[in-house]
């Protein structure tokens, strides 16, 4: 028996070690957010990013509408979404840390939810 336990201690140190050195390009660990976003419109996220790290921005709606995301850094640098409808990704490398700003626009008539997550 005491065997099996040091083996199993030994396994729950090296996952926690692995866990914690996982790589996430946004300051604080991934984001995962749900919004509304009204008809015809747009919403804003401000986001800090760490810099050598690529920063991913995914949203997904429920189908109902077309959307699109775009990500943003303070030197001007644009970054569009691709995908189908309403599932996109928009991915940009970050040569600095900074604060980037996601838009996510509704190109529908109608509102939506749109689920949106960062690494």
Avoid at 8 to 16: E, M, P, R, S
Avoid at 65 to 74: A, G, K
Avoid at 100 to 108: A, L, S, T
Wanted: no cysteine; hydrophobic share 45%; proline share 5%.
């Amino acid at each position: 028996m005491k065997p099996l336990t040091y083996f199993l201690g030994v396994t729950l140190i090296l996952v926690a070690t692995v866990v914690s050195n996982a790589r996430a390009g946004r300051v604080g660990g991934p984001l995962a957010t749900t919004l509304d976003v009204p008809g015809g419109q747009s919403v804003y996220l401000d986001v800090p990013f760490v810099g050598g790290l690529p920063a991913l921005v995914k949203i997904a709606g429920t189908g109902r509408t077309m959307m699109q995301v775009n990500l943003y850094d303070s030197d001007g640098h644009i970054a569009t979404g691709y995908g189908r409808w309403d599932q996109k990704m928009a991915s940009m490398n970050v040569y600095r840390s900074g604060t980037f700003r996601v838009e996510i626009i509704n190109m529908g008539l109608y509102d939506a939810p749109v689920f949106v997550t960062t690494n």
